[in-house]
């Protein structure tokens, strides 16, 4: 895992200052989409957004160090932590954050985004040690070529650790969606209905979603659909929260908001 970077509140005021209007800035264009999935429009790609921000709160009420959130965690049977996929300082942060979680004692099962239902034998066979990663890589590349264990598009070394910590911590994982990506309105029906056979097929350890992190928030998305008690890590703030941080700086590696949404107070811009 790569040491965690230098923590300084000048960095993290240019960060949130940044992130305020990342939502705004990143949907201009007439279409977009995510690193590998069909063409969306704008439109509903920043309103899909939109309700996904409008649900993590705009008011910071508590800082919370990273054995608080573990704490919390723990006492969950499912938490979903929001990527984002470039994104190496929060990659590191969910690392600690799972490597803590492990070894408190937690059962855990990971559902993932970073490969697709069609690998999961073959990433069974890696969890197995029956596969090493450079022919888990060759075998996700030859089916997709752009598999998020190779290439640029995504943080493509955290995916990896990802498999190896599932793998050293002998923890199941599945996939939660085909690759490639389905259409934006039928992603999160697909992933909710993955997500319920994981938690059936898992009761007794905590389900860990690592997901994109619009998807978590909003009508529709995962955590309505899935209808549950379950623990947020946001990837970023909302506009409102971000400009609120920039000005309350903190050393603690989360904050909560009103809503209940836990955020990282820093990230990689």
Same mark, same amino acid.
């Given at each position: 895992?790569?040491?965690?970077?230098?923590?300084?509140?000048?960095?993290?005021?240019?960060?949130?200052?940044?992130?305020?209007?990342?939502?705004?800035?990143?949907?201009?264009?007439?279409?977009?989409g995510w690193p590998d999935g069909p063409v969306e429009s704008a439109d509903?790609?920043?309103?899909?957004?939109?309700?996904?921000?409008? =649900? $993590?709160?705009? =008011?910071?009420? =508590?800082?919370?160090?990273?054995?608080?959130?573990?704490?919390?965690?723990?006492?969950?049977?499912?938490?979903?932590?929001?990527?984002?996929?470039?994104?190496?300082?929060?990659?590191?942060?969910?690392?600690?954050?799972?490597?803590?979680?492990?070894?408190?004692?937690?059962?855990?099962?990971?559902?993932?985004?970073?490969?697709?239902?069609?690998?999961?034998?073959?990433?069974?066979?890696?969890?197995?040690?029956?596969?090493?990663?450079?022919?888990?890589?060759?075998?996700?590349?030859?089916?997709?070529?752009?598999?998020?264990?190779?290439?640029?598009?995504?943080?493509?070394?955290?995916?990896?650790?990802?498999?190896?910590?599932?793998?050293?911590? =002998?923890?199941?994982?599945?996939?939660?969606?085909?690759?490639?990506?389905?259409?934006?309105?039928?992603?999160?029906?697909?992933?909710?209905?993955?997500?319920?056979?994981?938690?059936?097929?898992?009761?007794?350890?905590?389900?860990?979603?690592?997901?994109?992190?619009?998807?978590?928030?909003?009508?529709?998305?995962?955590?309505?659909?899935?209808?549950?008690?379950?623990?947020?890590?946001?990837?970023?703030?909302?506009?409102?929260?971000?400009?609120?941080?920039?000005?309350?700086?903190?050393?603690?590696?989360?904050?909560?908001?009103?809503?209940? $949404?836990?955020?990282?107070?820093?990230?990689?811009?």
């Amino acid at each position: 895992m790569a040491p965690a970077r230098p923590r300084t509140d000048t960095l993290l005021l240019v960060s949130l200052l940044i992130a305020a209007g990342a939502a705004t800035l990143g949907c201009k264009g007439p279409a977009m989409g995510w690193p590998d999935g069909p063409v969306e429009s704008a439109d509903r790609l920043a309103a899909y957004k939109r309700e996904h921000y409008r =649900e $993590i709160g705009d =008011e910071p009420v =508590e800082e919370l160090p990273l054995p608080a959130v573990v704490a919390a965690a723990a006492r969950e049977r499912l938490v979903f932590l929001g990527d984002h996929h470039l994104d190496y300082t929060l990659h590191d942060l969910h690392l600690r954050l799972l490597h803590a979680l492990h070894q408190r004692g937690t059962r855990i099962a990971l559902a993932v985004e970073c490969y697709g239902t069609e690998d999961q034998a073959s990433v069974d066979a890696f969890l197995r040690r029956e596969l090493d990663m450079p022919s888990l890589r060759q075998l996700l590349r030859e089916r997709w070529n752009q598999s998020w264990l190779d290439g640029t598009a995504v943080d493509s070394r955290y995916y990896r650790d990802l498999l190896r910590f599932a793998r050293d911590a =002998e923890l199941p994982v599945t996939a939660l969606e085909p690759t490639p990506r389905l259409a934006l309105d039928q992603r999160d029906p697909t992933m909710a209905v993955n997500l319920q056979s994981a938690l059936a097929a898992w009761p007794d350890r905590t389900l860990v979603v690592v997901v994109g992190h619009a998807h978590l928030l909003g009508p529709g998305h995962l955590r309505d659909r899935i209808a549950r008690p379950s623990l947020v890590v946001a990837a970023r703030p909302s506009d409102e929260l971000a400009h609120r941080m920039a000005f309350q700086p903190t050393h603690e590696d989360f904050i909560r908001t009103e809503t209940g $949404i836990v955020v990282p107070t820093r990230w990689t811009p």
